[in-house]
């Protein structure tokens, strides 16, 4: 069983910064791709960011200049630091990673909430 662990999540007030971390543990062979989610009540959860195995990044028009996302490849560790966050950043963060057991798989995180608020 692969698990992953997110922490990071908080209040924060406009403008603030918070840095969300992900670590995957368990059984699999390498992994394809890391990526960053999040979903408010009532809505579907959409990408944010995500990386892949050879360090391409995407990062959605919405959080573009202010949230970047990186990795430590060691440590199966995927981050999204958020800056200059708004109100409308507010949501779960869900870590998705897709990886490699002789065929491809996804797990996803417990989340972690986000709250930019005054």
């Known amino acids: 069983q692969v698990q992953l662990a997110e922490s990071g999540g908080g209040l924060v007030q406009p403008g603030g910064s918070l840095r969300l971390s992900c670590e995957a543990s368990?059984?699999?062979?390498?992994?394809?791709?890391m990526s960053w989610y999040r979903q408010v009540p009532g809505k579907e959860r959409e990408l944010v960011a995500d990386?892949?195995?050879?360090?391409?990044?995407y990062v959605r028009d919405s959080v573009q200049g202010r949230f970047t996302i990186s990795r430590d490849k060691v440590k199966n560790t995927v981050f999204l630091q958020m800056n200059s966050l708004i109100p409308e950043d507010t949501a779960v963060y869900y870590c998705?990673?897709?990886?490699?057991?002789?065929?491809?798989?996804?797990?996803w995180g417990q989340g972690t909430q986000v709250t930019v608020s005054s």
């Open positions: 998705n990673v897709k990886f490699w057991l002789g065929s491809l798989y996804e797990t």
């Open positions: 368990g059984r699999f062979s390498s992994i394809h791709e």
């Open positions: 990386i892949t195995s050879g360090g391409g990044t």
